[in-house]
């Protein structure tokens, strides 16, 4: 019985670190997202730094963060045109992908 229930708040904590806020936390790939990260330079630097002040840099940002704005824009709940064009066609998993690879950037 104890054995039992040391396994069930195990299997509690893990679920719990696997959210956040109800959400299921899943994970990018981030060489994945290097290879889709292609088209993201030109705007936002190779290196994930912006030469530019109105486009934002990416390098060092959350992953969760990176990935919500990715779906924010394909979606239509932000909306610029520029961006809502070039993320129109990636996954949910491409934008996780995306995120994981920025987010590990310096």
């Not at 969760?64 to 610029?80: E, M, P």
């Amino acid at each position: 019985m104890n054995k039992l229930i040391g396994t069930t708040i195990k299997l509690a904590m893990a679920v719990t670190l696997l959210t956040a806020g109800g959400q299921v936390m899943a994970a990018g790939d981030a060489a994945a997202g290097k290879a889709k990260a292609a088209t993201c330079a030109g705007c936002h630097g190779a290196n994930g730094i912006s030469g530019n002040n109105l486009w934002p840099n990416l390098a060092g940002q959350k992953a969760g963060y990176l990935t919500k704005q990715i779906k924010a824009f394909r979606d239509g709940q932000r909306n610029d045109p520029m961006m809502s064009s070039m993320v129109k066609t990636l996954s949910d998993q491409d934008a996780e992908n995306l995120g994981a690879y920025y987010a590990d950037m310096k």
